[in-house]
Every structure is written in C-alpha cells, then in structure tokens.
C-alpha cells in the first residue's frame, strides 16, 4: 500500500504540490489524472524517494519512502515519460539487469529476473540488441522490463503512451493488463484517459497540486472537463 499524508512540495518557492492526501491499494489500477503542470509527476516521484516532500509524508508499505529508499524503489517500480531517461546501459540485457544488480543479488537470480522480465513484455532473446536501435515502442516495453526486474509490488507509469503509435500502445496494454491481474497495482500518470478509464479501480484528479476528487472511474467521468481532460467519446470543441 502507498500511503501519502499532506504531502507538498515546492519548486523556486511555489507549491507544485498543496497538501495531497491519497492511498493506492495492494492490488488496485490507479489513474492519476489532470492537465500538464498539475503535480502529477512530482507526486510520483515521492513514492520511491526521488523527491523529498517539504512537508507531510509518504509511507510505501508502512515505511516512510525517505527513511528507507532502496526499500522504496524495490516495491514501486517507475516508468518515466521517456523511456530514454531511464536507459543506463547500451543493450538491452545489461539495462535490465541493473536494478537486480544493485539489490547485491546473485549471478543466477539475476539472469532469472532478466529472462522473465523480458518474457513478460515480449522481447524474450533479445538481451544483446543494442537500445539505440530499437524503435519507440521496443524502448517503451524494455523500460518496463527493467521495473519489473526489481519484482515490485506497485508499478508506476508516467505518460506511458507519450510518442507511441496505436499498435505500441495496444502491446503495453497487454503487459498492463497480464501484470495487474497477477495482483500488482498500476498506477498511471496521464492527462488522456482513453482506453485507460475502463481498467481502472479508481480515478484521482488533480489541478494546480491540489486533489479535486478521488472516484470510481463512473463517477470521476463527470468530472474529468473540471480538470481539463477530455471525456472518452466526448467530441472536442
């Protein structure tokens, strides 16, 4: 469970985050979402410690995520807008491999990590193809290989499907959908709901750093044009 308690935070001054209170179930998909600039992403990235609140707390699990970071990071895996922004290494292999690397974890539970990972988001065998070479949607799975790597409870996907054509999109769905059903929870940070608002559990909307609600995904429909994002079906004015 992801807890957040009062939660702010602010850059050069302003508050980027006001007081955010919300938790994320064992189990549950989540959508977090509001219009560019809300404080989507600098709330998830307190989940694992990359940020440090100003004020208020976030436990993962019953610990507060800056008194134990690597803990942390191994029970919320992140997937960053761009995949790119997270590669550390040159093949596809070694990028996945890194996180279990730093866990101290053996040669053999590595690679077990590295095979299954890979297997989950389809790109099993394929471990010494450069990532430099391999198009938008192959980065955007080989990402989320290297968070499911480190066997996490939660997964946390920012804008996943920032750049990528409908047939990419459609294969990280697959990998969403096969993951939250083995009982992981899914949270993702988006400002378009479509195909996404029918899978999830619950919906929490934010503008200006601030919770506006926190629904069913029934009852947030209504409410979504009151953060700017646009209603699945709804025709653009």
């Known amino acids: 469970m992801i807890t957040v308690d009062n ?3 602010f850059f050069d001054g302003e508050p980027a985050l006001d007081g955010v209170s919300l ?4 189990g549950e998909w989540v959508l977090l979402a509001g219009p560019n600039g809300s404080g989507k992403t600098t709330l998830v990235r307190h989940f694992n410690a990359l940020f440090e609140p100003d004020s208020g707390e976030v436990t993962v699990d019953g610990t507060p995520a800056g008194d134990d970071p690597v803990a942390a990071r191994t029970s919320v895996g992140m997937v960053f807008q761009s995949p790119r922004d ?3 290494a040159a093949t596809v292999g070694a990028d996945v491999a890194f996180g279990p690397e730093n866990l101290g974890l053996d040669h053999d539970e590595i690679d077990r990590r590295v095979e299954a990972a890979l297997a989950a988001v389809q790109m099993a065998g394929r471990e010494d193809e450069r990532i430099d070479s391999l198009s938008g949607g192959e980065q955007a799975r080989v990402a989320i290989a290297g968070a499911l790597a480190m066997e996490p409870d939660h997964l946390v996907l920012d804008e996943p499907f920032a750049g990528l054509d409908w047939p990419a999109q459609r294969s990280v769905l697959r990998q969403l959908d096969d993951r939250y059903a083995e009982g992981m929870s899914i949270v993702v940070v988006t400002h378009d709901v479509r195909d996404l608002l029918s899978r999830a559990d619950s919906v929490v909307g934010l503008q200006d750093g ?3 609600f926190d629904l069913p995904p029934g009852q947030a429909r209504g409410r979504l044009s009151e953060i700017d994002v646009r ?4 025709t653009p004015e």
Do not use: N
């Open 23 to 26: 938790t994320i179930e064992d």
């Open 7 to 9: 939660l702010t935070h």
């Open 210 to 212: 601030s919770v506006v």
């Open 231 to 234: 209603v699945p079906g709804a």
């Open 86 to 88: 997270q590669f550390v």
